[in-house]
């Protein structure tokens, strides 16, 4: 079986987590990595070994593009990419416009023979495959997803967004359980010189990202003491005859990567099928995002 | 939107509670129920308003066959229901045996045109799904499931296999947990006049249900203190950066039935897009499991 070619598009956590994730992969090999012109010249003792590219048609033939960019470049970028026949993995986040961006962008990717699996990093992702599960156990019943716990977990969805806020010189998001199913933020700014914490507050507050839930903005010398990747999730659904559990907990860029390199592996099952099109991760058959050539082989410990 | 048409087949406890799962299901309706002859005769009010037939064919046209019988019958009823081009769904637990009888009884789905979603209860069924998803959260890592907890569970599979058993009048199997990843078997057994307990526990002992677990099998007189219909599973996840856990518990055959009767919709969705042949749970889209038309509807939650 010929190995699925691979660009890391996007150089942060989540790109440099990803290429620790391919490296685990017998079945992938990195191609390269995708980066801004802008940031071509900086030397990272991470990518001596690694192609780096300002575009993506400079490495050749790529089976699947990892889009480790921030969420709300996604979608104009799968379009760019769609109109290059590359089929594109990525962790868009923001819930509410899932379906309707998956609905707009299934149509070109038809028309292109694409596929893209989209919304594919844990939540959204693989706690909405548990949450799907869930209902399939029992299908009246209550489901709560509670981030973060009581210590709180780097949200990097929100962290993204804060830092593209003029004035911001660094920040991170926090996200804390407050009560099962409900969540509270706190975001922690580095402020440039000269930089108005008030008309930042304003900003965060009214992005969609934070407007929904109760947000601490909090001005500091050094985001360091509250610099953390961890993060967790606890899915639970109550139903009449049944009660479900599930906790995920660890280093967030960490199991965010390994959702998307395994959503290559469903990417390319559908493409081979010429099944073209976006597809969220629960429109994938669980089967395909594992390694092995057999059925046998991936129905071990089924 | 036509309504699947189901008929359950076998009208032991999992029969019984599909019924009650498919009365859940706006998108299904319960054509009969199939049962032995000999049992035809026997009034059961739960059956008042129900067609029972003692073979399939009597019940017109079926899209669904739910095969609530004991596993070790399954394979041979899925082959008797293919040659009559009915699909079927079962929650067949034997998991050493899965990805062979797959592979054998797939090639006549394909010639039939039939689909069959196959070992679809909940463990193996939805626990596997579980499996497998927490083996894309972290690709490296060790997995155990440990069934039952400190109390113990019914093992509704083990329960009808020692009920078949000459000389048993009535049975119950609880598995309980022996430590993470294992567990233990408690057999309790009423026996009919005559019969001999040593004989029936070296049946038990033998049998590939019990074989590779501590089983310790007790003469009762009666299994009512003993009976439950309570089961439960933790499985666990450890990976080099992430943590997972889920834990199910609840009544025994409300969760198969739930299983079984979202497959029939999985079922169904296959035959819509002639996608014929045998697939296990984790080989169709979670999203075929749940109900609604649009992918909207059934993105909800996502």
Redesign the interface.
């Given at each position: 079986m010929q190995k699925i070619s691979i660009a890391i598009v996007g150089w942060g956590n989540v790109g440099r987590a990803c290429r620790r994730?391919i490296g685990?992969?017998s079945d992938m090999v990195l191609k390269g990595v995708v980066r801004r012109p802008s940031s071509l010249s900086f030397g990272d003792p991470e990518l001596q070994t690694t192609k780096v590219v300002s575009d993506i048609k400079a490495l050749g033939q790529i089976d699947v593009a990892l889009l480790c960019i921030p969420s709300r470049e996604v979608p104009q970028r799968i379009k760019e990419y769609q109109a290059l026949k590359i089929n594109t993995v990525d962790s868009y986040d923001e819930?509410q416009n899932?379906?309707?961006l998956?609905?707009e962008l299934d149509m070109t990717a038809k028309v292109k023979k694409t596929v893209s699996v989209f919304?594919a990093g844990?939540d959204?992702g693989?706690d909405?495959?548990?949450?799907?599960?869930m209902?399939?156990?029992?299908?009246?019943g209550r489901?709560t997803t509670t981030f973060g716990g009581e210590q709180g977990g780097r949200s990097m969805g929100h962290t993204v967004q804060v830092k593209s806020i003029d004035g911001v010189k660094d920040a991170v998001a926090l996200t804390l359980a407050n009560g099962r199913g409900k969540q509270k933020r706190k975001v922690y700014v580095e402020l440039k010189a000269g930089a108005d914490i008030r008309k930042i507050e304003k900003e965060i507050l009214s992005d969609s990202y934070f407007k929904s839930e109760p947000t601490e903005v909090i001005a500091v010398e050094s985001i360091e003491p509250y610099n953390t990747l961890h993060h967790s999730a606890e899915i639970e659904r109550t139903?009449?005859?049944?009660?479900?559990?599930?906790?995920?907990?660890?280093?967030n860029p960490?199991?965010t990567a390994?959702?998307m390199?395994?959503s290559a592996r469903a990417c390319m099952r559908a493409v081979r099928k010429e099944e073209y099109g976006v597809y969220?991760f629960?429109?994938?058959?669980?089967?395909d995002?594992?390694?092995g050539n057999s059925?046998?082989e991936r129905?071990e410990?089924?």
């Open positions: 994730a685990e992969c819930h899932i379906a309707s998956r609905r919304a844990w959204p693989t909405s495959s548990v949450r799907a599960l209902k399939v156990v029992s299908l009246t489901t139903g009449m005859e049944v009660k479900q559990t599930y906790t995920v907990e660890g280093t960490e199991f390994n959702v390199v395994a969220t629960i429109e994938r058959p669980i089967i995002y594992l390694p059925p046998e129905l410990g089924y």
